[in-house]
T-cell receptor, first 113, second 113 residues
Framework: NAGVTQTPKFQVLKTGQSMTLQCAQD?????MSWYRQDPGMGLRLIHY???????DQGEVPNGYNVSRSTTEDFPLRLLSAAPSQTSVYFC????????????FGPGTRLLVL | GQQLNQSPQSMFIQEGEDVSMNCTSS?????WLWYKQDPGEGPVLLIA?????ELTSNGRLTAQFGITRKDSFLNISASIPSDVGIYFC?????????????FGKGTLLTVNP
C-alpha cells in the first residue's frame, strides 16, 4: 500500500492563480480531510469528507473548495490564491470514526507571491 | 477554534534526559492521539488512547488518558537525537463529529547530543 499520497510536493503561485492539490489513498478509508499547518498554529482543519459525495467545512474553509467523487481521491482547490494561503497542506484519511487512526500524507508546500 | 492547550511549546534537552509534555482542555475527549512530525514530513501516530485512565507504552514512549477525560500526557524516556521533531496531541471531542480531530499546537523538541 502506498498509504496517503499528495502531489505536488512544492508549488509557487502568483496571487489570483488557481490550482488543485491532489490527495489519494489506497486503504479504502471512508474519511478524508485537508489540514493546513502554519508556524505556531498547529494543524487546522480546512474541509473533510465522510464518504464519496459528502463533504463539509472544517475550521478554516474560506478560499478552498473540495469534492469527493471517489473513495480514493479528495482534491483541494484554490480558486484564486492569496498570500495568506501560503502554508503546508496535509491530507489525511481514516476509518472507524472516533477510534480510527488518521494517516497523513507527506504534505504540499505552497508559496503564494 | 483551537480547544486543546499543549505545553510546553518547545523544549531543549540533553541526550539521555527524560521528557514530559501534556495537553489539557475544558472539554471532554473520547480519544487521545499523540503524533510526531519530523522535518518535512507529515505527522505519524505514536500512541492512541481510548479509555479514561488508560496508560499505554510504545518503546521509550508512555502516554496516559486523564481520568477526567480532559487531559493527556506523553513521556519520552532516555531521549536520543532522533527524537527531535514536533509532537502533537489530538483528540476526538465527546459529542462531536466521529471524524473531526482537534489538534494541539505542538511541542518542538530539540535534543542535544
Amino acid at each position: 500500500n502506498a498509504g496517503v499520497t499528495q502531489t505536488p510536493k512544492f508549488q509557487v503561485l502568483k496571487t489570483g492563480q488557481s490550482m488543485t492539490l491532489q490527495c489519494a489513498q489506497d486503504m479504502n478509508h471512508e474519511y478524508m480531510s485537508w489540514y493546513r499547518q502554519d508556524p505556531g498554529m498547529g494543524l487546522r482543519l480546512i474541509h473533510y469528507s465522510v464518504g464519496a459525495g459528502i463533504t463539509d467545512q472544517g475550521e478554516v474553509p474560506n478560499g478552498y473548495n473540495v469534492s469527493r467523487s471517489t473513495t480514493e481521491d479528495f482534491p483541494l482547490r484554490l480558486l484564486s490564491a492569496a498570500p495568506s494561503q501560503t502554508s503546508v497542506y496535509f491530507c489525511a484519511s481514516s476509518s472507524s470514526g472516533q477510534t480510527g487512526t488518521q494517516y497523513f500524507g507527506p504534505g504540499t508546500r505552497l508559496l503564494v507571491l | 477554534g483551537q480547544q486543546l492547550n499543549q505545553s510546553p511549546q518547545s523544549m531543549f534537552i540533553q541526550e539521555g534526559e527524560d521528557v514530559s509534555m501534556n495537553c489539557t482542555s475544558s472539554s471532554i475527549f473520547n480519544t487521545w492521539l499523540w503524533y510526531k512530525q519530523d522535518p518535512g514530513e507529515g505527522p505519524v501516530l505514536l500512541i492512541a488512547l481510548y479509555k479514561a485512565g488508560e496508560l499505554t507504552s510504545n518503546g521509550r514512549l508512555t502516554a496516559q488518558f486523564g481520568i477526567t477525560r480532559k487531559d493527556s500526557f506523553l513521556n519520552i524516556s532516555a531521549s536520543i537525537p532522533s527524537d527531535v521533531g514536533i509532537y502533537f496531541c489530538a483528540g476526538y471531542l465527546s459529542g462531536g463529529s466521529n471524524y473531526k480531530l482537534t489538534f494541539g499546537k505542538g511541542t518542538l523538541l530539540t535534543v542535544n547530543p
